[in-house]
């Protein structure tokens, strides 16, 4: 059976039909190569989706095998935007799909680093987010600034000049444009350990996606 996946046929599909729709592609089909997850990202609208579809939604792109690096940051941005706080804590509140999700957020940070902005720094930013599902109750992200390139680990293995902690939500949100440090800092909403100097103005090393 050959699954039209088009953005017209996706526009034309209700959530739980594009739902059922992903998880009949079978990742082991050849043919499952050519489907395009931008063309499916730019058929969806986070704002006609309920709070557990949208989480439903990432996760069939999972089932299907489709990889998440192949989706074009301001699409991703795009999503990002359109979704409400309620669907983003439906993706982070599930084991598995929130590691998926914030694993790939943290890789673009790699491809997303602007070295001549940074020229000789050197620094460690830790990054805890709210809400794991470990002892702590945080994931802990690292990210190292040195020779004008940034290196993204799991866990700590160096002491930080800033530790920054913050929810999954607002992380999203900051990572893609859709929010401010300093304006998330006033509002008590990201907490910042060390240098707040630095921590304030860390994102603006980084090409920012925008929507």
Known sequence: MTIDLTTEAIAKLSPSELISTLKQIDPADPASKDVDIDVIAMGVDPKKLGKDEFAD?????????????????????????????????????????????????????????????????????????????????????????????????KGETREPRASVTLSPVEFLKLATGNASAPVLFMTGKLKVKGDLGFAAGFMSLFTIPKA
């Open 57 to 153: 939604l990432l996760a069939a792109f999972g089932d299907a095998d489709l990889d998440l690096a192949k989706l074009d940051p301001q699409n991703f941005a795009r999503i990002v935007s359109r979704a409400s706080k309620d669907q983003i804590e439906a993706v982070t509140g599930r084991p598995g799909l929130r590691e998926r999700v914030l694993d790939e957020v943290f890789r673009r940070m790699e491809s997303h680093f602007r070295g001549e902005r940074a020229g000789a720094t050197r620094a460690v930013v830790h990054f805890h987010l709210t809400g794991g599902f470990g002892e702590t109750g945080l994931d802990t992200y690292e990210a190292v600034i040195e020779d004008a390139t940034c290196t993204i680990n």
